[in-house]
């Protein structure tokens, strides 16, 4: 029997946008929040969906949502402040579990923290099963398969495409702010290491224009050496700042001293939770529209050289998101995911069928 879905997080922005997706797949998830009214408003309005109340304030809430079997995604964010009580209640039940953060220190955690307890647990998680950072994964694990063993290096830039001035949700925001003080990492010689944010930048092909991009922490520097164990290096690059990257670079530089200074992240941590609130909303479907995505991947072999380079393009990073999680909870619950523990897109779903699966959501090769 099919394990049910329960979405944690549908009255946000993006939970609205995956809640939707389901409904248009035919499937009838559980919608779970903290606002019992507007969740009887939504469960209505989509079509008589049950509705369970949970809070990450109250954790035996949130443990309460799911059984062995089932699938939980959440979008409940940012998740550095409010991920942890849905990622414990996945671990603790044995379900599967896709939540669509973004923010590198989580997946961190994800991988290193909750994937070994996942695996003695015998359920799946996929971190940032979302626009970050599905469609590199995707672009990613192509162009290996295609470059072969010769390749150590990849390299992944995602870009905005169309009018990127539509703007990003609050919980983007709060997200991305938060993200900004805190240290990222890369994959070095074989293993992840801590660096700071933006300590790069690199400049890629998109749409026959060089458009630069600035250093992050990823899931595919954690899921690509799994698929290609002779991977020595992996990059991903933001490409959303544009000229700024370089002004970029020097802030983060700025925050990561700052960082260190007993006292001054703190006040930064306290600075951006006042000015960024989240649950602001986000573009409408016709900002959306006006926009696109576009991510590179670049794989390389030990001496710089290029074997092979795949673009993934399509829908705004939002339309994607909630498509794609729907997607991956219809496949989770239906089949289960490929292995235990914290997985790879690829390795959760397979080559060809995540590549179907960012085909239906909108993204595909181009
Ligand atoms: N990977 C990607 O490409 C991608 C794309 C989109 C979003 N995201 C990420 O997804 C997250 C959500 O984004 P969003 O745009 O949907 O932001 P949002 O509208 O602010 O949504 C945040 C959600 O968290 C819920 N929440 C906050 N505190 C809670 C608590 N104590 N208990 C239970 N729920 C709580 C909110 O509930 P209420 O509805 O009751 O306020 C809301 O549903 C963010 O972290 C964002 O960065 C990532």
Redesign the pocket.
């Known amino acids: 029997m099919a394990g049910r879905i329960v979405l944690?997080?549908?009255?946000?922005?993006?939970?609205?946008?995956t809640a939707e997706a389901m409904a248009a797949r035919g499937l009838r998830p559980v919608l779970a929040?903290?606002?019992v009214e507007?969740l009887r408003q939504m469960g209505d309005e989509l079509g008589g969906l049950e509705i369970a109340v949970?809070?990450?304030?109250?954790p035996d809430s949130?443990r309460a949502l799911v059984e062995r079997g089932d699938v939980l995604v959440t979008?409940?964010?940012?998740?550095a402040?409010?991920?942890d009580?849905a990622a414990e209640a996945a671990v603790a039940a044995g379900a599967h579990y896709l939540?669509?953060?973004?923010?590198p220190a989580f997946i961190r955690r994800v991988f290193e923290e909750y994937g070994p307890r996942a695996e003695s647990a015998g359920c799946g998680m996929v971190t940032?099963?979302?626009?970050?950072?599905?469609p590199g994964n995707l672009a990613g694990a192509l162009a290996l398969e295609e470059a072969g063993d010769e390749a150590t290096r990849v390299a992944v830039g995602y870009f905005i495409t169309g009018e990127a001035s539509g703007g990003?949700?609050?919980?983007?925001?709060?997200?991305?702010a938060g993200a900004l003080v805190e240290p990222v990492f890369a994959w070095r010689d074989g293993a992840i290491r801590t660096e700071r944010g933006a300590k790069r930048i690199a400049s890629f092909d998109v749409d026959g224009r060089r458009r630069q991009g600035i250093s992050t922490g990823a899931s595919e520097h954690f899921a690509l050496p799994r698929l290609h164990p002779s991977l020595r290096e992996v990059d991903v690059y933001l490409g959303w700042f544009g000229p700024l990257s370089r002004a970029m670079q020097a802030m983060s530089a700025g925050t990561s001293v700052a960082t260190l200074v007993p006292g001054v992240k703190s006040g930064i941590d306290a600075v951006t939770s006042r000015v960024v609130?989240?649950?602001?909303?986000?573009p409408d479907a016709a900002a959306r529209a006006r926009r696109g995505s576009y991510v590179v991947a670049v794989a390389c072999g030990a001496d710089g050289h290029r074997l092979a380079e795949v673009r993934v393009a399509g829908v705004d990073?939002?339309d994607?998101?909630?498509r794609i999680l729907a997607w991956g909870a219809e496949r989770s619950a239906a089949a289960g995911m490929r292995g235990s523990g914290a997985l790879g897109p690829v390795e959760a779903f397979g080559l060809e069928e995540l590549e179907g699966g960012c085909r239906e959501a909108g993204i595909e090769r181009v």
Do not use: I, K, M
Request: glycine share 22%; hydrophobic share 30%; no cysteine.
């Open positions: 944690f997080g549908a009255t946000g922005y993006t939970g609205r946008l929040a903290r606002n507007r949970a809070d990450v304030a109250r949130v979008t409940v964010g940012p998740f402040r409010h991920g009580p939540d669509s953060t973004g923010e940032a099963f979302g626009y970050d950072w599905v990003t949700s609050g919980g983007t925001a709060a997200s991305a609130r989240g649950s602001t909303g986000g990073g939002y994607f998101t909630g």
